[in-house]
């Protein structure tokens, strides 16, 4: 055992202490309060069940996205990325979206993935909104290096904030160069994007304690069905199932 | 003129469609098909309403497309291109031809599919329709437009933000009520006006119109069967009569109108097709308006005769346009929310309009009524085609 240990420490990158995200409360265009608070390492087994039937989605790049944040919510759990960290957003406990990132040093941020499971509502946005906030005001940052892989991202990062490039320097995700959201960026898009209160009355945060599914049915509903009549994907009897492990 | 009823009514939900074009419009014209239940009765023609496909598509001869996918040669076949009115006109097309005697039995299906290009194009593909010269090479979009009309018209009449709001909440209301809408989220005034994370879930598009002001980009298909009264008749159901048409235009850009925020077109064309009808609008038991976006419902409602000048956003305040009030608007959830494939849109609304009318509307039914109307805003505003329809039994 101690054997093992030893190992898991030479693969197991040093963590720096980070501050936790503060949850806070977002009344949706639905009239719908979602909760926006920090996942821990315990519950990445059902984010991974929750994004698991995206992975066949090709519509909007949910396929790439979603294989991509599967593998470093993964890397999350099993401490393999330095610095990681995941928020989620809860309507009711259920999950509405997941967004992730890490702290490359302390004046320097790298965002991740957004994946929006409840759509139309602009969730994807705030939860962006709330990792941006995140490596600003409570990481203390300078800037956030951030690329797009699929055009709604790039609508909603680049073109809205809108980001600056910084095509100098490659993104951790390797496709294309870096765009960046300095600072100054992110506080004059504060008002129009950065959303939330806070604290988040009890009762609310009571209801986003425990991480609930929408089940793998409404999960497609909602990514594809809603948005107009759905494409044929793999079936599911083609697709391996996430098992749900350890403790929420 | 002969009567002309609509014998069969079908669409398929709107929305983001990987459904081929003419497969599309072959979906929507056999539903309707099915509906009518011709038995041995043949089809004389076929009229497509479509806006974008040369552009949007790469598809030209679109109806002769569907009469080979539909195999219902020799049927005459031709399609229509009138912009956003090009269903209503396609109808007009194929009441013309029964009317006149040329065709017994006609088939009319509009058909769009927007989604096929990125949203930056599909905007630009339909501001193509505005003013060459003076409009478009300025950077003009429908959105804009609007939102110079709606800033002009809100100043007029007094109409304010929350008005527009409860529109936008009632019809994404009544979409939810639509298998066929193409989105199904309900929104509150909470949300999208007073909470303050609003102006996130909200922002504007082209002020004072904001997103939730403005229909969504569609894909889908609608379809009817015209005949003649008499084969109407025969068939032995209760059909829906096309009891009045109305079409009027107006200066194509907007800044040549004497009073920009007038809807001459669409007062007109009512006029017309009120007159053809014999009605006023005070007989109308409901109404499809073409919301594309929130300030249009307000302002063609007055400028059909439904309210006076600045009556339409009280009247809405007080839930007179809700399902249950006394003139429901946009029971299928309008543009705004059932979508808008612009070639489609005119068929669609007809659709709608003859499932309240048979009683078919299921959760979204209105009270019992027997005339329905609708207005199909082509251009801005410069092209309009205003119908009437009527229960038979009426």
Known sequence: ?248 | MRPVGIVGAAMTKFGRSETALVDLAALASLGALRDADLGEVPVDAIVVANMGAARLNRQTALASALVDRLCLYPAAAETVENGPASGASAVKVGVQAIASGMADVVLVTGVEKMRAVSNLEATDFVASLSHPDVEYIYGVTLPSLAGLFARLYMERYGVERRHLAMIAVKNHANAMKNPFAHIHQPITIEGILTAPEAVVNNPPIASPLHLFDCCPVSDGAASLVLAAGEIAERLGRPFVRVAGIGQATDTHAVHERSDPVDLVAVRRASERAFSMAGLTPGDVDVAELHDAFTILELAESEAAGFFPPGEAGPAVERGETSLTGRLPINPSGGLKAKGHPVGATGVAQLVELVWQLRGEAGERQVRDGGIGFACNFGGFGNNVVATVLRREDR
């Open chain 1, 1 to 248: 055992m101690g054997h093992a240990s030893d190992l898991e420490a030479l693969l197991r990158p040093p963590a720096r202490e980070m501050p936790l995200y503060p949850p806070k409360v977002i009344t949706l265009a639905s009239g719908e309060p979602m909760v926006v608070r920090q996942a821990t390492r315990e519950e990445v087994p059902i984010l991974l069940e929750a994004i698991a039937p995206l992975l066949w989605v090709e519509r909007d790049y949910y396929d790439i996205v979603s294989a991509r944040l599967f593998s470093e919510l993964l890397a999350y759990r099993r401490y393999r990325v330095r610095d990681e960290y995941v928020l989620v957003g809860l309507i009711d406990g259920v999950l509405a979206g997941i967004v992730n990132g890490r702290e490359v040093d302390p004046k320097t941020g790298m965002s991740y993935h957004t994946v929006t499971i409840r759509r139309g509502l602009r969730v994807g946005s705030h939860l962006f909104a709330a990792k941006m906030e995140y490596h600003i005001e409570y990481l203390g940052e300078d800037e956030v290096l951030i690329v797009a892989e699929s055009p709604i991202g790039f609508r909603r990062w680049m073109i809205e904030y809108p980001l600056e490039k910084r095509y100098d320097v490659q993104h951790e995700l390797g496709g294309v160069p870096s765009w960046v959201l300095s600072r100054e960026t992110y506080f004059a898009a504060k008002p129009r994007l950065v959303a939330g209160r806070r604290p988040v009355p009890d009762p609310l945060l009571r209801s986003a304690e425990t991480i609930r599914l929408p089940g793998e049915e409404a999960v497609r509903r909602q990514v594809l069905g809603e948005k107009g009549e759905a494409p044929a994907a793999v079936p599911p009897a083609k697709r391996p199932r996430a098992k749900r492990g350890g403790g929420r």
